[in-house]
C-alpha cells in the first residue's frame, strides 16, 4: 500500500482528528508496532494502564481501535497511517496478534455473508403484482403531487420574483412540505432550496429561476413519465427522493471492474449529526466517471476509507439511470496503489458534460479535471485560468492561499465539482506527481 501524508490525512472526520493524530506519531507511544501485506497494527499507550489496540486493513483501508472514540476513524487509527507513511522500517513485527487476525477473518465472513444475502435475495420469491400495486400508488401520488407543483410555478411566476415577500416565501416552504407528504421529498427540498437562495447574491434572480425551471421540467416529466425510456425514469425517481434500494444495485446494476484513481472526497455537514461524503474516482482500463455517496450520523465517520490520489482494483455497481455516475464499492476493494495519471482536454470534458447533461438535465455536481490551471484573483473573485479560458472558484479564503502556495505560479492539473456556474476544486496536482499537491480542507 502506498501512503502519504496528504492522503491519510484526508481519511480524518474532522480538523481536530488531524490535529490529534499528529500528536500521536512519536514511536516512544506505541511499544508494539507491526504491518505485513494485508494490515497495519499497533499498541498504543493511552491515560489508562492498557494500551489501545489500533488496525488498520490495507484493503479499503479500513479501521478498528479498541478506544473509546466515537470517531471513524479515530486518531489512532490515523496515526499508525501516518507513521506507517513516514518511516516503514518502524513496523518490524510480521506475526499479526490474535486480535489482528481474527478481525481480518471476521471482515473476510462479513464480506462472504454479504454476498450470500444478496444471492438469497436475488431468489427470493416475489409476488411481482404486489410490487406493481405499491409502486403504482407510490406514482399515482407522486404524479398528483407534480401536477399540483406545475400550477403553483405558474402562480409564482405571473407575480414576479420581484414581489416575493417573507411572507409568501413562508409559502414556498408550506409547498415543501406538501411534496413531502406526497411521499416526493426530492422535490420538496428543491424547492426549499430555491427559497433559501432568494436575495443571496447578485445574481440570485437568475439562479432562482434556473431552479424553478428545473422544477418545472421535472413536473413535466412526471406528467409524460409512462413514454420516457427506463434510464430516465429512473433519474426521475431519484429527483422525487424515491432512493434506489442498495441491494437491488449490488444485485443488478451495472459492474465495472476497473482500476479506479481517486480523484477527490469532499465531507460536506448536512446538519449538526449528519455528514455527507463524496468520493470521485475515473477508472483506467474503461475510462468511466463514478461518484460514490456515504452518510455518517453523531461523527461515527466511515466504515469505508479512500484514499486521494490512490488506484484501487476494484468493482463498482451503477445506479440505473441516464447520468451513469452514481455507484457503489462491491466487495472487497483492493489496497491501493499509485495513481493513473490522466490529462483530459478542456474540449473532452465539456462534451463529456454536455452529454451528461442532455441526457439527464437535474445532475447537480459533474467530475471536472482542468489541465495546466493557474488560480488567478480577479478582484474579489478567483478564478482558475486554463488556456485562454477562465472558471470561477468557490473556495475559501484559507484553501485559496494554500492553492495559491501549491502553485506558485505554475499550472496545475485541478480537479474539483462543476455546478454550472462556479468549480469547487477538491485536488491540485502537479504533473506526473503520486500524490495531490493542495486538497480542500476537511469540512
Excluded at 411534496?179 to 447578485?202: F, I, K, N, S, Y
Aim: net charge neutral; charged share 25%; aromatic share 8%.
Amino acid at each position: 500500500m502506498q501512503l502519504t501524508m496528504e492522503g491519510v490525512l484526508a481519511l480524518a472526520p474532522d480538523d481536530s482528528s488531524a490535529k490529534a493524530a499528529r500528536g500521536l506519531t512519536s514511536p516512544a507511544k506505541w511499544p508494539l508496532l507491526g504491518a505485513d501485506e494485508r494490515a497495519a497494527w499497533g499498541e498504543c499507550q493511552g491515560s489508562g494502564s492498557k494500551p489501545y489496540q489500533t488496525q488498520v486493513d490495507f484493503n479499503g483501508p479500513a479501521f478498528r481501535c479498541s478506544c473509546p472514540s466515537r470517531k471513524f476513524p479515530c486518531k489512532h487509527g490515523l496515526a499508525l497511517l501516518l507513521m506507517r507513511a513516514q518511516d516503514s522500517s518502524l513496523f518490524q513485527g510480521r506475526e499479526a496478534p490474535t486480535w489482528v487476525t481474527e478481525w481480518l477473518a471476521s471482515r473476510g465472513e462479513k464480506a462472504q455473508k454479504k454476498e450470500q444475502r444478496l444471492a438469497e435475495k436475488a431468489a427470493e420469491p416475489v409476488d411481482p403484482q404486489a410490487v406493481e400495486k405499491r409502486e403504482a400508488q407510490r406514482w399515482r401520488r407522486i404524479e398528483a403531487a407534480g401536477d399540483e407543483l406545475r400550477r403553483w410555478l405558474a402562480d409564482q411566476l405571473a407575480h414576479g420574483l420581484g414581489a416575493l415577500t417573507p411572507e409568501l416565501l413562508r409559502g414556498w416552504h408550506t409547498m415543501a412540505a406538501r411534496m413531502v407528504d406526497a411521499q416526493a421529498p426530492g422535490l420538496g427540498q428543491r424547492v426549499r432550496d430555491a427559497a433559501d437562495g432568494v436575495r443571496q447574491g447578485e445574481d440570485w434572480p437568475e439562479r432562482t429561476l434556473h431552479r424553478l425551471g428545473l422544477l418545472q421540467l421535472a413536473g413535466e416529466a412526471l406528467a409524460r413519465r409512462a413514454t420516457l425510456g427506463a434510464p430516465l425514469q429512473a433519474d426521475l425517481r431519484a429527483i422525487v427522493g424515491w432512493p434506489h434500494d442498495k441491494a437491488e444495485v449490488l444485485a443488478g446494476g451495472e459492474r465495472v471492474a476497473d482500476r479506479w484513481t481517486v480523484l477527490g472526497v469532499i465531507h460536506d455537514e448536512r446538519d449538526e449529526k449528519l455528514v455527507e461524503r463524496r468520493v470521485w474516482l475515473r477508472g483506467e482500463r474503461s475510462g468511466r466517471q463514478a461518484w460514490l455517496l456515504d452518510h455518517a450520523f453523531g461523527g461515527r465517520g466511515f466504515e469505508q476509507g479512500w484514499v486521494t490520489g490512490m488506484g484501487v482494483e476494484a468493482q463498482l455497481a451503477f445506479f440505473p439511470g441516464a447520468s451513469g455516475l452514481r455507484a457503489l464499492a462491491v466487495d472487497p476493494i483492493g489496497a491501493p496503489e499509485g495513481p493513473t495519471w490522466h490529462r483530459p482536454t478542456w474540449v473532452d470534458e465539456w462534451q463529456a458534460i454536455s452529454s451528461r447533461v442532455a441526457a439527464c438535465p437535474w445532475v447537480t455536481w459533474h467530475p471536472l479535471t482542468l489541465t495546466d490551471a493557474v488560480p488567478v484573483r480577479d478582484g474579489e473573485r478567483l478564478l482558475a485560468v486554463a488556456g485562454d479560458r477562465a472558471l470561477p472558484l468557490a473556495v475559501g479564503e484559507t484553501d485559496a492561499w494554500a492553492l495559491w502556495a501549491a502553485c506558485g505560479g505554475h499550472p496545475l492539473q485541478l480537479f474539483g465539482e462543476w455546478d454550472g456556474q462556479v468549480l469547487r476544486p477538491l485536488t491540485g496536482w502537479r504533473t506526473g506527481a503520486l500524490a495531490p499537491c493542495w486538497q480542500r480542507s476537511v469540512a
